[in-house]
């Protein structure tokens, strides 16, 4: 017998403990619960390191962290503290530890599971098993096949979002204020199969300050990405380089003010997708109908992308390279995170810089 979830749940907890772009893709799946339970308080269970991008969003009652590999004591911690502590529990990802999680937590439980006989023991776990489709099914559209299984209603707002404090912190790295228009470049995915040429992005950001637009380049901490940001900004004298000094919070506040954004396959090219402004996404060997940026303002149960070709949905232009394997679903042309992938690397930046162009324009 399936039991059925409670009607008015006091507390839920989310897992979704993937990269910061999933977390960031799962907030739609809040905002859903929260508006159909706004006494609940919910909680999300997510890797540290990925807490950031919920900091200040408001459909969230608390956020737990645990190592992406625990040790052994951290992994008894973590179960003592979810243990049978609420309501509702639901896993957003079909391996192994999320779903226990959820079994741990939740007194109801529903969760993605893999269709597959060596995985079908989760479902045993779960109140309600859902079936991932890891290849049709955009991971916003995913997601939300659990608020079906609780009955609420879907919403489709990813919330990038930011707090007057993160405002004010921006402003002391800026040397220009944010009345003035300036495009944000987001040079440097994690890994090297999403990346486009060092040479391509200065390139870019040469035609940007040839219109009269300030150019401000986005990164995160990790050496190398400091290192290769850098390198771009030190070719491009006025480029304000903010690569390592913002939070993501602090990131959401720039790119709402920003004209437009140019970035690859990473979160930050989903948070500016959210906010709304221009956006033109490089996509390479990722799957765009599974990963590509969710448009600000679509609300429809259809992917957004289709496979193959460059397109424009709402407020965002996917450029997609234009070799004849594309998409691939290949980390690489080599097929390890390290190498590179033809595909990006031969983008044309005149194909980029008209994109650009197009989507200023049309947002005046």
Known sequence: MIRAPMQSPKSVLVVVTRRIGDVLLATPLIRALKRAWPQAAIDVLVFDGTQGVLAANPDVHDVLTVAERPRLREHFALAKKIFRRYDIALSLVPSDRPTVYAWLAGRWRAGLVVDEIKHRWKAWLLDRAVPFDNRDTHTVLMHLALADVVGVAPDYDVIASSSNADGAELARHLPFALSEPFVVLHAYPKFNYKMWRHAAWAELARQVQARGLRVVLTGGSDAAELGYVGAIARELPGVVNLAGKLTLGQ???????????????????????????????????????????????????????????????????????????????????????????????????ARVAAALAEAIKRAR
């Open 251 to 349: 990131t959401a506040c720039l790119l709402s003010y920003a004209r437009a954004y140019v970035g690859p396959d990473t979160a930050v090219t989903h948070m500016a997708a959210a906010l709304g402004i221009p956006v033109v996404s490089l996509y390479g060997p990722t799957d765009p109908v599974k990963w590509g940026p969710w448009p600000r303002g679509y609300a429809r149960s259809a992917n957004p992308w289709q496979r193959l070709g460059s397109q424009r949905v709402n407020n965002v232009t996917l450029l997609q390279g234009t070799v004849a394997c594309v998409p691939c679903f290949n980390e690489g042309c080599d097929r390890h995170i390290a190498s590179y992938s033809d595909c990006l690397q031969q983008l044309p930046v």
